[in-house]
């Protein structure tokens, strides 16, 4: 998926282990099969996950997992990845990883429609809502963090880009009417960063856990508005604005429409030939962006 990604396999994973975990050494080793794009990740044994970072960007993501996650584990009302150690580069692999907990549960699957769609999105919602509540004193600022204006000339040269994949005319009033809607003016709050498909997981129809923390930090709390998009058929995207109540006014939902589009626009254009699942994934969430009748 990336032109300097790293070399990454089972046998490398058990070497990796086994220098510098012995307790763990000769546990099974079995490649997760995910979409993901930023992390490789391997069970290891029947109760833990080693997840390794295919690029440089995402090693820097490492450190701010294993510091921050188990302050946050505690205050929140689904299970997140709790980290058990931190590996060291070595066997010619070039960056830190971690070994976390394994969590039950799978990923959602279009094609597999939940049974109760709305108990899903209250769920979601009651985890923006905790996460944003936590103290952010001394919490880094999210990956996604600057304002949406700041990502204006990019978004507009990606729609561009995508020619007709999309329509370029119902996106771009989309990302308009959200780069027009008044800007966050508040302190940043606790965001997750990244609430796509790939980064929850169901457990009896309902949300189990969170994974993926690389993009958390403290930003517009409207970033993580994106599961609406992302998670949400229209139905329930209604009962997961509601359930957030007056903290998803007007202007918060019209910024995290842009935030779901520019993240979409952008991973369908690099992801399109590399990675079906998630171009999949971004077409459909600009298509729900430019349903009749959302905004």
């Not at 046998?11 to 307790?23: C, D, I, K, N, T």
């Not at 966050?184 to 997981?201: A, M, Y």
Request: aromatic share 8%; net charge negative; proline share 8%.
């Amino acid at each position: 998926m990336h032109a300097d990604e790293a070399d990454i396999d089972e046998g490398l994973v058990r070497r990796l282990v086994g220098g510098q975990f012995p307790a763990w050494a000769g546990l099974p080793v079995e490649r997760v099969a995910s979409a993901g794009t930023s992390n490789a990740m391997y069970r290891l044994g029947a109760d833990m996950v080693v997840r390794l970072p295919r690029v440089a960007g995402a090693a820097e993501d490492v450190e701010r997992e294993q510091v921050w996650l188990p302050r946050l584990a505690p205050v929140l009302p689904v299970a997140v990845p709790v980290p058990l150690g931190k590996g060291l580069p070595g066997e010619g692999y070039p960056y830190a990883w971690s070994v976390f907990r394994w969590l039950d549960g799978t990923t959602p699957d279009p094609a597999r429609p939940l049974a109760e769609p709305s108990l899903f999105a209250k769920d979601v919602a009651e985890f923006v809502a905790a996460l944003r509540e936590v103290d952010p004193a001394g919490a880094p600022a999210a990956y996604r963090g600057d304002p949406l204006a700041g990502r204006d000339a990019h978004t507009r040269e990606v729609i561009a880009g995508l020619g007709g994949l999309v329509d370029g005319r119902a996106v771009t009033a989309v990302w308009e009417a959200a780069v027009r809607a008044p800007a966050w003016e508040g302190p940043g709050v606790w965001v997750h960063g990244d609430l796509q498909p790939g980064n929850v997981l169901v457990d009896g129809g309902r949300l189990g856990a969170v994974i993926d923390f690389g993009c958390m930090g403290t930003a517009d709390p409207a970033v993580d508005l994106i599961a609406a998009w992302y998670l949400m058929d229209a139905e329930a995207r209604d009962v997961f604005r509601a359930a957030l109540g007056p903290a998803a006014d007007d202007a918060m939902w019209a910024r995290g429409r842009g935030w779901a589009l520019t993240i979409a626009a952008t991973e369908l254009a690099y992801y399109q030939e590399t990675n079906p699942v998630m171009a999949s994934t971004a077409r459909r969430v600009i298509g729900r962006l430019t349903e009749p009748g959302d905004a």
